[in-house]
């Protein structure tokens, strides 16, 4: 059944009254309630929120794969524009199709590369079985191909590291390898599922650039999912903010950040350090955070004496390591 009438001229993604549940000692517990959003082609939407807020789950369901969690999901509608400019409902498609859509148009980079990495295949042989499965690509084309796409996230020394395996490279040289596996197959839609949590500012702030990069050139959708509101702001043209399973905010990011209207945005948007903040104080002082309950009361800003008076409990002097 034709479905292109049914999405928007320039978008790539339609999600529609989305509920998501699992059942719990024959009860049915709700994950995500009435969620509703698009995606445009070339657009970063960021879905945040705490942990628990349904982000993950939400974008598992995007990729099919809650059902094998026991994930019972229920939708109204949602629309993929695939590479091609086929308009499909993926709620409808078979798990032998759904194969073809993963990677090839719609793809993660997962939370946690090192448990997302096969342990026992070399980096090359995971990327190019995409390669091989969605193009129809030779063992040694998937390889030409893997190689370039290391080189396209920056990964130096490229053909070195196609033959290595996950555990012998740091943590920014594995999530490079998931976005090179993600990417391979130039989806409609990349999901980046906290691409970043587990990385330190620099290599973080590599990887936003490098997405923002390949985004441009492949001119794709991306739903980047995080709780970091200045990842937010540096990489997001439109916000998605989740409180215990349901949107209760939505905007471009300048409304997000200047004008929030709900409680729990700002409540996100205060826990979040400001440079300068503490700046003429002598000792740190708590950030004036926004209670739920009573969104117009805050926390009175208290300076804490941080330093505690008398002999430390430990003390170094002339430390040296050789290797």
Same mark, same amino acid.
Request: aromatic share 4%; glycine share 6%; with cysteine.
């Given at each position: ?16 009254? &989305? ?9 049915? =517990? ?11 082609? %070339? ?42 400019? !086929?308009?499909?409902?993926? /709620? ?38 995409? =390669? ?46 998931? $976005?090179?596996? #993600? ?19 620099? $290599?973080?702030?590599? $990887? ?16 980047? $999912? ?6 937010? #702001?540096?990489? #997001? ?5 989740? +409180? ?6 939505? %905007?471009?990011? !300048?409304?997000?950040?200047? #004008?929030?209207?709900?409680? +729990?945005?700002?409540? &996100? ?13 002598? +000792?740190? *002082?708590?950030?004036?955070? =926004?209670? &739920? ?5 805050? !926390?009175?800003? =208290? !300076? ?12 170094? *002097?002339?430390?040296? /390591?050789?290797?």
């Amino acid at each position: 059944m034709p479905h292109s009438d049914e999405l928007d001229a320039g978008d790539v993604l339609a999600v529609e009254n &989305l509920n998501i549940a699992f059942m719990q000692e024959q009860h049915k =517990i709700a994950a995500v309630r009435n969620l509703s959003f698009s995606l445009q082609r %070339g657009e970063t939407l960021a879905i945040v929120g705490e942990s628990g807020s349904g982000k993950s789950v939400t974008a598992l369901a995007l990729m099919r794969l809650l059902e094998q969690a026991g994930g019972l999901v229920q939708c109204d509608k949602m629309l993929l524009q695939r590479r091609s400019r !086929e308009v499909i409902e993926l /709620s409808e498609q078979s798990a032998a199709q759904m194969r073809h859509v993963r990677g090839a148009d719609m793809a993660m980079i997962f939370q946690e590369p090192m448990t997302s990495l096969n342990p026992v295949f070399t980096v090359g042989e995971q990327i190019a079985e995409s =390669i091989r499965l969605h193009q129809n690509a030779s063992r040694e084309e998937a390889m030409v191909e893997a190689k370039r796409m290391l080189d396209q996230v920056r990964i130096p020394e490229a053909q070195t590291i196609l033959s290595r395996y996950p555990h012998q490279l740091s943590g920014g040289m594995r999530q490079r390898v998931m $976005i090179a596996m #993600a990417l391979s197959c130039r989806p409609a839609v990349l999901i980046a599922d906290e691409p970043t949590t587990a990385l330190d500012v620099t $290599i973080q702030a590599q $990887i936003l650039q490098l997405i923002k990069v390949l985004q441009k050139e492949m001119s794709m959708g991306v739903i980047f $999912i995080t709780h970091d509101m200045g990842v937010v #702001a540096e990489i #997001a043209d439109r916000v998605l903010v989740m +409180y215990q399973g349901e949107a209760v905010e939505t %905007g471009s990011v !300048e409304q997000i950040f200047h #004008a929030p209207q709900h409680p +729990y945005t700002r409540a &996100l948007l205060a826990a979040v350090p400001q440079l300068g903040a503490m700046k003429g104080l002598d +000792y740190p *002082r708590r950030f004036p955070l =926004i209670s &739920l309950e009573h969104p117009a009361k805050q !926390e009175p800003p =208290i !300076e804490q004496k941080t330093v505690v008076d008398g002999e430390p409990v430990l003390r170094v *002097r002339n430390l040296v /390591s050789r290797f």
